[in-house]
């Protein structure tokens, strides 16, 4: 998508990002996620606006939160006077933080890098950080649910109108989206572009940084099963051998 940067997507949607997503709500996230930390310290990649930091170190975890959208870092820094997650800009190749974590959590954020190389990277880079029983935490979209092209209507009312135009590139595995909300006669555009994976791809990308799935399931709370046509996945990884 021209004129589409790594961080254009926080950037842009930074200032309504938690009430287009209001319905979705972390606590089985969170959860999950505090005891796989079992009081150890959390890395989140792609911390936006802190919707699930946020809860995380209110429960006493110990949490750092990268994010490439200094927009998205302001949010999350005035919900948070007291300064519960550390947060860090940079991207995820980068990574500009010191030592080692129980949990790194990629919620849909790994996506957002261009390509196979910044994805694989960026799982290396994780290892690096990851203690020795440490466990790599990911939701994923499932390409699947995510490959037709075409214009939907996710929300209608007398005031307000939003609409999710669609496009997707088979060759390069790009998905391109503009969530475009129309309220009191003007336009916004929230555009969007991904990378999409298959658990395959995954996997392989995740051994070659010598991680190995021990976990995968269709929701947070691991009683569904990843199915065909899950919209999205949590899988586990742990180092080889751990």
Not at 35 to 64: M, S, W, Y
Request: proline share 5%; charged share 20%; hydrophobic share 40%.
């Amino acid at each position: 998508m021209q004129g589409y940067r790594q961080s254009t997507y926080g950037d842009r949607l930074a200032d309504i990002y938690d009430q287009v997503h209001h319905a979705w709500t972390p606590v089985d996230t969170v959860e999950t996620v505090a005891a796989l930390a079992d009081g150890g310290p959390v890395l989140e990649l792609g911390v936006g606006t802190g919707r699930v930091a946020l809860p995380l170190a209110r429960a006493g975890v110990k949490v750092t939160g990268v994010d490439v959208s200094e927009p998205m870092l302001a949010q999350l820094r005035e919900k948070d006077p007291e300064g519960l997650v550390q947060t860090v800009l940079g991207d995820f190749i980068d990574m500009p933080v010191d030592g080692t974590f129980k949990v790194v959590l990629i919620v849909n954020s790994l996506l957002q890098l261009a390509g196979a190389d910044t994805q694989r990277l960026c799982l290396q880079r994780v290892a690096e950080h990851l203690t020795p029983d440490g466990v790599l935490v990911l939701e994923e979209a499932n390409p699947a649910v995510f490959t037709n092209p075409g214009l939907e209507v996710l929300r209608m009312t007398s005031d307000e109108l939003h609409l999710l135009a669609q496009q997707y590139d088979p060759v390069h595995q790009h998905y391109f989206a503009q969530h475009v909300i129309i309220r009191g006669g003007e336009a916004r555009l929230n555009p969007m572009t991904l990378r999409l994976t298959s658990t395959c791809e995954l996997d392989l990308m995740c051994e070659s940084a010598g991680l190995v799935l021990a976990e995968r399931w269709g929701d947070w709370a691991r009683s569904r099963p990843y199915l065909a046509d899950s919209r999205s996945h949590v899988s586990f990884y742990r180092r080889a051998g751990a």
